[in-house]
């Protein structure tokens, strides 16, 4: 939903009804995680999408229903049913959409909280008596019910799916903040590395000890830009299991001091540039420094996949698949730490 609030924040300020069709279970090769969702307006507008198009007729089929009177439903597609078929799902996997109407309350504490970077989660019941009805859950929320309590334990992780709790079945859609991507030096593979960063949905920070070269002019895309060495930025910066931390610098009076402190946080992504010489050199000077092998092997050195990329753009394009890449087994690791419900067979 996260990608659609600016347009249902509209909506909701017209007072216009909007039907909401979110995916909250995926089984097998499917186009959209939990989360995904498409919104149907009283007006007719659409926005979102739940696949790459072929059950959207169905779901907004269930919205516009919705939004004559409809108390909305659960909707299963795949090519284990005729309506999988139907609709034209033919990937090989199977999705779980729930179609309810949007309470429109939750859409302003929502917004604000993404804009402030606050990490929020909205919950959906799914049970038959109170099906579709909203509520928030931060992680301040120390007192709640069992339904509190199982929303909090995705939003810890960042993950959006389906739980029971109490012997309800309820959706939970967690709104993370952005992770921050750390990019250390002012070259324009930064540039193009920041503007991916931001397509990507990271929270990007440009810094480097060159004055001159950290300016907003350089560097459109970023939300932060810093004048300090990158190894005293690090010893303040927050970093978590989500941060991503690039040093493009090609200096290791720069690289080393900051791979020290890199090393020290619990960063799910650490990577440097350079030749086969310099990273050579770089090694060889870190051993020096007492980094044993176990986190030598946590640097990704040569930084980005190895396309054989060569313009900054190209280089960004590799970095950023790599964090693509990094992601999907954190995510997937984080996800198995939840036992959620299924409503697939």
Known sequence: MRDILPILERWVE?????????VIERVGSAPRDPGATIAVAATGEIAGSVTGGCV???????????LAGSPGKIC????????GWDVGLSCGGSIAVAVYALDPSVVAPLAAAVAEN???????RLGEENYGEHRLVSLDDVAGDAIDAAA?????????GILEADGELIYVE???????????????????????GRFLGYRVTICDAREA???AERFPDADELVVEWPDRFLEHAPVDARTAICLLTHDQKFDVPALIKALQTPAGYIGAIGSAKTRAEREDRLRQEGIGDADLARIHAPIGLQ???????????????????????????????????????
């Open 56 to 66: 959207e007729p169905g779901v907004i089929r269930e919205g516009r229903e919705v």
């Open 174 to 196: 967690s709104f993370s903040p952005r992770p921050a991507l750390y990019l250390f030096g002012a070259s324009d593979h930064v540039t193009a590395l920041c503007t991916m």
């Open 213 to 215: 070269f950290v300016t």
């Open 118 to 124: 606050r990490p929020l989660a909205v919950v959906v």
């Open 14 to 22: 017209s007072g216009t009804p909007v039907a909401l069709g979110s």
């Open 152 to 160: 909090r334990s995705l939003l810890e992780l960042g993950e959006s």
């Open 76 to 83: 299963r597609y795949g090519l284990n049913d005729a309506e």
């Open 307 to 345: 396309l054989g990329a060569r313009t900054p753009e190209e280089v960004a394009v590799s970095i950023a698949a790599q964090l693509i890449e990094a992601n999907v087994v954190a995510r997937t690791k984080r996800a198995s730490l939840v036992a959620t419900a299924t409503v697939l067979d």
